[in-house]
């Protein structure tokens, strides 16, 4: 079982609509960061969370440290959205990443 | 400029050729790291430093070696392409409270024929 699964592994959505990415983790961790990967390949780093919510824009992320579970929301969706995120959680001095959400926005 | 660049960004070589991916950062941190990513896994841990001094093996050190020739500079080496080593690879830097600021560079795809 990997230690970090993406759900789902791929979404479309209309232009406008409400999007949810989900991350589970089974290890004690110290800090999740979500991460955007647009098709030409860079990695840009969206959030870092050790506990509660933070927003950015129209992007919003959560974490629940009891239920090792964390949420991305990209509210009001736009094509410039699509991308590949990615969520990875800290465990000590190890990065462990998920497989990646590969999200399509459509006009 | 990027604040990590990698170079070259794109490789095409024949088995058995020796390959040096270079990685150098501006950001001033202390922690680097290569990955390589393939479709459908997550980014793999390769090497890290922490310091110049400091060299640690990842998950998929086999067939990898690394330099750190200074606090800006962290070159990963295939010392044998092979096939399976093709791939997308990352740097990466860190650092900031808790080293959480992470900073990726665009990306080196390597091809091995």
């Known amino acids: 079982k990997n230690e970090v699964e993406q759900s789902p592994q791929n979404l479309t959505a209309q232009e406008g609509e409400f999007i949810t990415i989900n991350c589970s983790y089974s290890?004690?961790?110290?800090?999740l960061h979500w991460l955007q990967q647009h098709p030409g390949g860079g990695i840009v780093s969206l959030f870092m969370?050790?506990?509660g919510k933070k927003k950015h824009g129209r992007l919003i992320a959560t974490i629940n440290i009891q239920e090792k579970h964390s949420s991305l929301h990209i509210t009001a969706s736009h094509p410039r959205d699509s991308a590949v995120y990615i969520c990875?959680?800290?465990?000590?001095?190890?990065?462990?990443f998920g497989a990646g959400t590969i999200l399509r926005v459509k006009s | 400029d990027a604040d990590v660049t990698q170079t070259p960004r794109n490789r095409i070589t024949k088995t058995g050729k020796r390959i040096m991916l270079e990685c150098s950062q501006t950001?001033?941190?202390?922690?680097m790291y290569w990955y390589r990513q393939d479709p459908g896994l997550g980014l793999r841990l390769i090497y890290y430093?922490?310091?110049?001094?400091?060299?640690n093996k990842g998950e998929i050190s086999d067939g990898y070696s690394v330099s750190r020739q200074a606090q800006a500079k962290f070159s990963l080496s295939l010392e044998s392409a092979i096939p399976n080593q093709t791939a997308l690879y990352f740097c990466?830097?860190?650092?900031?409270?808790?080293?959480?600021?992470?900073?990726f560079g665009a990306g080196s795809r390597l091809t091995v024929l």
């Open positions: 990466a830097t860190s650092g900031g409270p808790g080293a959480n600021v992470l900073t």
């Open positions: 290890v004690g961790i110290s800090a």
């Open positions: 969370l050790s506990s």
């Open positions: 990875a959680v800290r465990e000590g001095n190890k990065l462990v």
């Open positions: 950001k001033g941190h202390d922690r």
């Open positions: 430093s922490f310091d110049v001094k400091d060299i």
